[in-house]
């Protein structure tokens, strides 16, 4: 090999990099000027799977990568957020959603690229104080640096047109398809980008051959090639359903089943499927007009397959059921349900499996209450218990939840507004676990009282049970405010803390009473105040789970 060539392959390979880069930073900035647009987008994803094709390819065009879509689907299946339906047809929407790069490459605009990184330069550098301007200008500099690297990966395919070899070895991918496809299907592996290896293809394709007017691959020879893409990109989604349950699985199968099939379909129609985009697209030169119709056989390809795809959607489910077969695992009472390490990249979803985990946090400490109130009034042994076991339960998904939003911060990719609110469901995992401590802290009162035979007056009990009651209210409301991002709900939490202030306040006073008229033992006096505190401190915690939802607000 020799210098020339090692020459050209660093070139292509360092115009490739840029191209990945500038569109991943482009990503980055539309992600983050469209920040809590996302979050709505994320709730069509979940809700029905008519919605799914909108969603998934609204969601693909922002992430400028189908492979991202599927991964951060396969963690909402995981998780069971959505119904492997639902899962199926956002793929297939995610398949529309990346034909968009395809379609930006194909308007000349390279002759601009660096315009584009100046003025993006000059927006996201100078203007970090405002933020949306900010990031506009970041999304407009690495739509240039992806231009630049288009051009230079142009420019170092030039020299291929006067290589017979070269030259040779397209002429057997027109003839021998299968070929193509696997070409294609190879590339996209390597470089875990359909994009790219479309961009290059592209490029590749805009060359011309000996003759100077014909494109030195063709339109027949690119869309093996283009299928083979199709294909490769499925290899993103298997290896983020590894470890994944068994519905991610069969997530991924989908996924492969539907490119494939698409494929095999196409691949016996080359001829035909050419003409029908010569036709459809602008007329010219075949160097000036293939990448047009490379980026419209793209769409047309995944479109069709699309329509044709959605009444299969049930037939589908059906395979790959039957290809990967079993039930899901039981997990632990301590492994996280929601969290999924492969959406990180992603922080409007990863924000939301966590917010997720976190609810479902709570709901072990609301039971706790519960516990706790049936231990302490009801001398239930069987109830202290519980609460001692879920305590350490809580304890470690309380790690494990904390652990997960740390790696969320350590991150380039969240918004200023998205680090605050990873701050505030961080404190909110604390506080949820503080309301176990003193959960935990009733439960040894309630120990020592049923070992001790204690009992306390009737005034006494009905006092210790009305607090428990408002101390469960806040603890509902406070936990389905963040769940549902209910502001009002959060204020009606504020109100109620107030309440349980006084509650305590005046129940301290009673309880002075009855010792003055003898009611009540003196020795029970310390247990009687601590469980009072311990409710009002639960109270105080389910405030500041509401403070938090109050604040993410303000910051919207």
């Not at 494990?400 to 961080?426: D, F, H, P, W």
Request: hydrophobic fraction near 45%.
């Amino acid at each position: 090999m020799n210098g020339e060539t090692v020459q050209m392959i660093m070139t292509l390979v360092g115009g490739l990099a840029l191209f990945i880069f500038g569109m991943n930073f482009m990503s980055d900035g539309l992600q983050k000027a469209a920040g809590d647009k996302m979050r709505s987008i994320l709730a069509l994803l979940t809700k029905n799977p008519v919605l799914g094709v909108v969603a998934g390819a609204l969601v693909t065009a922002v992430l400028q990568s189908s492979s991202a879509t599927t991964v951060m689907v396969i963690g909402f299946v995981s998780a069971g957020l959505m119904k492997l339906p639902q899962a199926i047809s956002i793929i297939l929407g995610a398949n529309i959603g990346t034909t968009i790069t395809a379609q930006l490459i194909a308007f000349n605009i390279g002759d601009y690229a660096w315009a584009f990184v100046a003025v993006g330069f000059i927006l996201y550098f100078f203007m970090k104080k405002k933020e949306f301007i900010s990031y506009i200008g970041q999304t407009t500099f690495g739509f240039g640096v992806l231009f630049v690297g288009i051009n230079i990966m142009g420019d170092t395919m030039e020299p291929l047109a006067s290589s017979q070899v070269f030259v040779d070895l397209m002429m057997q991918v027109q003839d021998i398809p299968v070929l193509g496809v696997l070409l294609g299907t190879c590339m996209t592996v390597i470089v875990q980008s359909s994009s790219a290896t479309i961009a290059v293809f592209q490029n590749l394709a805009s060359t011309a051959g000996p003759d100077g007017i014909t494109s030195i691959i063709g339109l027949q020879g690119a869309l093996p090639i283009l299928f083979g893409d199709n294909i490769g990109t499925t290899i993103t989604a298997v290896l983020a359903s590894i470890g994944a349950s068994v519905t991610a699985k069969r997530t991924a199968a989908a996924h492969v089943i539907f490119n494939l099939t698409g494929t095999l379909l196409f691949v016996w129609f080359i001829p035909y499927y050419a003409k029908f985009i010569q036709y459809i697209s602008p007329q010219g030169a075949e160097v000036d007009v293939i990448s047009r119709q490379i980026a419209n056989a793209h769409l047309g390809f995944n479109l069709f397959n699309t329509i044709w795809f959605i009444p299969l959607i049930g037939v589908l489910v059906k395979v790959v059921t039957k290809i990967i077969p079993g039930k899901e695992l039981d997990k632990l009472p301590a492994d996280p349900v929601y969290l999924d390490y492969n959406v990180l990249e992603q922080p409007f979803a990863a924000i939301h499996l966590a917010t997720k985990e976190l609810v479902r946090l709570g709901r072990m400490s609301f039971d706790m209450i519960v516990s706790a109130q049936k231990a302490f009034i009801g001398n239930d042994s069987d109830a202290v218990k519980k609460v001692m076991e879920t305590e350490d339960t809580v304890d470690e998904l309380q790690g494990k939840i904390l652990n997960y939003l740390s790696a969320m911060v350590s991150r380039e990719k969240t918004t200023e507004e998205q680090g605050a609110e990873i701050s505030g469901l961080m404190h909110v995992a604390a506080d949820i676990e503080h309301v176990g401590d003193h959960c935990k802290n009733i439960a040894e009162f309630a120990d020592a009282k049923i070992k001790n035979s204690y009992e306390f007056s009737e005034e006494a009990y009905s006092e210790i049970y009305s607090c428990f009651d408002l101390a469960k209210k806040m603890a509902e409301d406070s936990i389905s405010s963040l769940e549902n991002d209910d502001l009002e709900r959060a204020k009606g939490v504020r109100i109620m803390e107030t309440e349980m202030d006084t509650r305590e306040k005046e129940l301290r006073a009673h309880h002075m009473e009855r010792l003055t008229q003898k009611k009540c033992s003196p020795e029970f006096t310390v247990i009687y105040t601590d469980v009072i505190h311990d409710i009002e401190k639960i109270g105080d915690y389910c405030n500041n789970i509401a403070d938090a939802v109050i604040e993410n607000h303000k910051v919207e």
